[in-house]
């Protein structure tokens, strides 16, 4: 853990709502206590009304807590000099309806006292980075609810935030946006953004997070390393190249004798659809075909990363930067097992000895990286075979891909 | 200070292009532009002029009220779409973002209420060079002389009465006539004695008999002297026994050679009981800036009907001096600024009821403060609220009712003004000087002090309200 005072805190958090004769008539949020370092991509999880929006909303000085204590930076939510630090995107994107999204994200770069030129600078890349710089004149009013978030997420970054906190942060969009959200995430955690994200869509907190606090009833049920919880310790992943029927079979009979348990199921590992739906998408957008909606977003701004330009002056800077600067706490990234394409999986699995040096093959779970490093190198591995499967190139091209594709990846699941 | 800038840079966008404040932009331009080609007025230029700023700026007034309530609903509306969930996660402090919605709307007003102004003014001149004048001479001197420009008036100086009333009562106490009232009617105060009969001395003051004199005195009339210069002198009669042919004969003297300045004799014939203004010229004020007016009840016109008239001059304002202080443009700008001062606490009042009500609710209760504002002289009068010597003691449950109603009122009156004191536009009409101490007076009280507390109460309520409230 790190020795640096974390960037939010709770302790003994609790909102009851009351009715209009003060009567309290629903306890959202009970006792609950949170702890969030710099760094840490942080997921806030719970079915509908279990309180994640309303511990949020608390968070932001939006609610006040009926008990305990908030501290963001070591100041009380209402601190205004904190909100400088804090970027925003709530669960739907609340804007002005009469304002094109580039008045729109240069009036919340006003309310930052950002100057005029950064603003510009800024708007411009937040609007290519969200795919809608095409439409940064059209009223917020006209665009699809997907716009809305995209323009919503790029109004949240403005201020290029120590803390962002996102509420929700793909709901309604599509899942090209979807993806690109969670990209921006992994790309800002990689960065030393500290994040605090809430949804009850799984797949998006276990992309991205790397710590959880699940949610039920107001309280907290669990919380813990994202890897620790999911984990299935009795059970081994092998994945490996298309082996044959003999070479399965041989396989089977050395796990048979060597550890004399049967192996449970042997398949073909299948890509997630969003992977296979991306890159339809982008097969289409290399094709130029015509949209009027959202387009797929540019990079990342460099102001999002660079410690530059930001108007605050040094006090922020140095804080940007030393956020920057900062070891994700909960999660160390552990590098993903590099193996040697000339191996293959028989030797690995008969303990053949590998060249001096490769001491990583050794290890038996290499964990997939998160927080802090989590463009985890294992998605692109599949997308790249599958995507030599599905072209119908056994031989595969390119280099990243044949390299991939011949890794011999061992995980637990 | 930049944040507030911002918000109010923010409310006067949503206010053009969510287009409510163009619906009343366009009533305005309607009435503004529309009425000078169907106003008639008197027939007379002037009087078309005088009716046509009349009503124009009297539905600016009511029209830009309703706006600066109506524009408040911005603030209701981010509670309710919650944009405020994306405004107040930034660093704003809460007492800037309602400083900033007033500023907006009160900044909107202006630009409007300028407008508007300008509208009314080249719309007078539109009116004034393309009408044709029945009675030019008569006509157009009306115009530029007694309506197109700032006049300030001088009330005559009422001679002392207490001292006679003084006299009048020592002798009636003397008399004894006080006796059975002080005896038997607990109501009956010596005070109010004295001043009733120094009104009564006051009264006969201002009845003038058959062939009798009346002296007006006025002072401080500070003229200005020169070729030209000229002042007006303005009065009305009313008669206790009108001739058969309601025609008042009778003349003036102006001047006093006893004070070094010439005399002039003016014989008078017109109808009773109507306005008449006459212009003198300024020599007849003398240099200690008085001037004395004398009124010969006799018929100056040789073979004309004599009727022993009894002439009256009532009313504190039937009898006054009227000499140029300024020009239409200044008393114009003058005009605008007390009308702006209303705005700017409407604004408030607007701002403070959407913070805490939903806006239908909101726009009621700021319209209702509007109206109180607008009419509560008149409230006052016909309430006849006096807490006077009942005070202490209830004597029932109805003086209970009473008194404690009595009290919540005048509490009430301490914090809504009284738009009536600020009402100028008759007297602009009037060509009468809209005084800059009126100005100061609105700026200082309706724009300062009572929008400061509406503002206040605003942002003490906005602060300890939670924003992403939840009812239930």
């Known amino acids: ?74 100041k009380p939510p209402t601190d205004v000099s904190v909100k400088s630090r804090i970027g925003f995107l709530p669960e739907e994107s609340y804007l002005y309806r009469y304002l094109v999204g580039s008045e729109t994200l240069d009036y919340f770069g006003r309310l930052f006292r950002l100057p005029a030129r ?34 919503g997420l790029a109004q949240a970054l403005i201020n290029d935030p120590e803390l962002l906190i996102l509420d929700e942060p793909t709901s309604g969009l599509d899942p090209i946006g979807a993806h690109q959200i969670k990209e921006v995430i992994r790309e800002l955690g990689r960065k030393g953004k500290t994040i605090l994200l809430s949804s009850h869509i799984l797949a998006d907190v276990e992309d991205v997070c790397g710590r959880v606090t699940i949610l039920y009833g107001g309280q907290e049920r669990e919380t813990g390393d994202i890897d620790s919880l999911l984990r299935e310790e009795s059970l081994t992943q092998i994945t490996a190249p298309p082996l044959s029927p003999a070479t399965l079979d041989q396989v089977r009979a050395l796990i048979r004798r060597l550890e004399a348990k049967e192996v449970v199921d042997v398949t073909h590992p299948r890509i997630r659809l969003e992977e296979f739906f991306l890159r339809i998408v982008r097969e289409a957008q290399d094709a130029n075909l015509h949209t009027h909606g959202a387009r797929s977003g540019g990079d990342i701004p460099e102001f999002l990363s660079k410690a530059t330009e930001t108007s605050e002056g040094g006090v922020v800077e140095e804080l940007v930067t030393a956020g920057r600067r900062a070891e994700p706490v909960a999660f160390k990234p552990e590098p993903i097992v590099a193996k040697d394409p000339s191996r293959n999986v028989i ?47 056994p031989s595969g091209s390119g280099k990243g891909s044949s390299s991939e594709r011949d890794a011999t990846r061992e995980t637990t699941p | ?24 932009l366009l009533l305005i331009g309607a009435v503004v532009l529309g009425l000078p080609f169907s106003i008639e007025g008197d027939h007379s230029v002037s009087g ?35 944009q405020i969930f994306f405004v107040m996660t930034k660093p704003v402090a809460r007492w800037q973002y309602i400083l900033g919605k007033w500023l907006g709307i009160a900044l909107l007003n202006t630009a409007f209420l300028a407008g508007a102004g300008l509208a009314v003014y080249g719309m007078v001149q539109y009116i004034r060079y393309t009408r044709t004048y029945i009675d030019p001479k008569y006509d157009e ?33 003397e008399a004894g006539v006080y006796e059975d009232n002080i005896k038997n009617n607990p109501r009956f105060k010596l005070a109010e004695e004295k001043q009733r009969l120094a009104k009564k001395r006051e009264a006969m003051w201002r009845v003038v008999g058959p062939n009798a004199v009346r002296v007006f005195e006025f002072e401080h009339l500070l003229v200005r002297r020169g070729k030209g210069s000229f002042i007006q002198f303005r009065y009305k009669t009313d008669v206790a026994n009108p001739p058969s042919d309601e025609v008042l004969r009778a003349r003036f003297v102006f001047g006093n050679t006893f004070k070094g300045t010439p005399e002039f004799e003016v014989p008078v014939r017109h109808f009773i009981g109507r306005y008449q203004t006459m212009a003198l010229p300024a020599s007849c004020v003398a240099k200690d800036q008085t001037l004395t007016v004398r009124f010969y009840n006799t018929n100056p016109y040789p073979g004309e009907p004599k009727h022993p008239a009894v002439m009256q001059f009532l009313a504190a304002n039937e009898v006054e001096v009227l000499f140029v202080v300024g020009t239409f443009g200044g008393n114009l700008l003058r005009l605008l600024a007390l009308m702006q001062c209303k705005l700017m606490f409407l604004a408030a009042v607007g701002v403070l009821m959407t913070t805490w009500l939903s806006f239908p609710v909101a726009a009621l209760a700021s319209f209702t403060i509007y109206v109180l504002a607008g009419t509560r002289g008149f409230i006052t009068d016909a309430l006849d609220l006096n807490l006077g010597d009942s005070a202490g003691m209830f004597t029932s449950v109805k003086d209970f009712l009473l008194q404690t109603f009595a009290l919540v009122y005048n509490g009430v009156l301490m914090v809504i003004p009284d738009f009536s004191r600020f009402d100028a536009v008759e007297s602009f009409v009037n060509g009468r000087n809209v005084p800059l101490v009126w100005v100061l007076q609105a700026v200082t009280e309706l724009a300062g002090m009572k929008t400061a507390i509406a503002l206040g109460v605003a942002m003490l309520l906005f602060h300890r309200r939670e924003l992403a409230e939840v009812s239930l």
């Open chain 1, 1 to 74: 853990m790190s020795h640096r005072p974390p960037v939010l805190q709770t302790a003994g958090l609790c909102k009851t709502f009351r009715d209009f004769w003060r009567r309290p008539r629903v306890e959202a949020v009970k006792d609950l206590n949170l702890e969030i370092h710099p760094g840490e991509v942080f997921g806030l999880l719970g079915p509908n009304g279990s309180g994640k929006t309303t511990t949020i909303k608390m968070l932001l000085g939006l609610l006040y807590p009926t008990r305990g204590r908030i501290s963001i930076f070591g």
């Open chain 1, 118 to 151: 950064v603003r510009r600078e800024r708007t411009e890349r937040l609007l290519d980075m969200v795919g809608l710089r095409h439409e940064a004149k059209r009223p917020v009013g006209e665009y699809s609810k997907g716009m809305a978030r995209r323009i």
């Open chain 1, 347 to 393: 030797d690995d699995l008969l303990g053949r000895p590998a060249p001096a040096g490769d001491e990583a093959t050794k290890t038996k779970r290499a964990a997939p990286a998160r927080a802090a490093e989590p463009a985890r190198t294992a998605p692109h591995a599949d997308r790249g075979i599958i995507d030599d499967l599905l072209k119908g190139s």
């Open chain 2, 1 to 24: 200070m930049s944040n507030v800038w911002t918000v109010a840079r923010q409310m006067i966008a949503e206010g053009i292009r969510m287009k409510v404040a163009l619906v009343f």
């Open chain 2, 48 to 82: 078309a002029v005088q009716s046509f700023m009349s009503y124009a700026f009297t539905a600016t007034a009511v029209l830009l009220g309703m706006l600066a309530i109506f524009l408040a609903r911005s603030l209701s509306d981010e509670l309710v779409h919650r």
């Open chain 2, 141 to 173: 001197g009306k115009l530029t002389k007694e309506i197109l420009v700032a006049r300030h008036a001088i009330r005559i100086k009422l001679p002392d009465f207490t001292r006679e009333a003084d006299a009048e009562f020592e002798r009636n106490m």
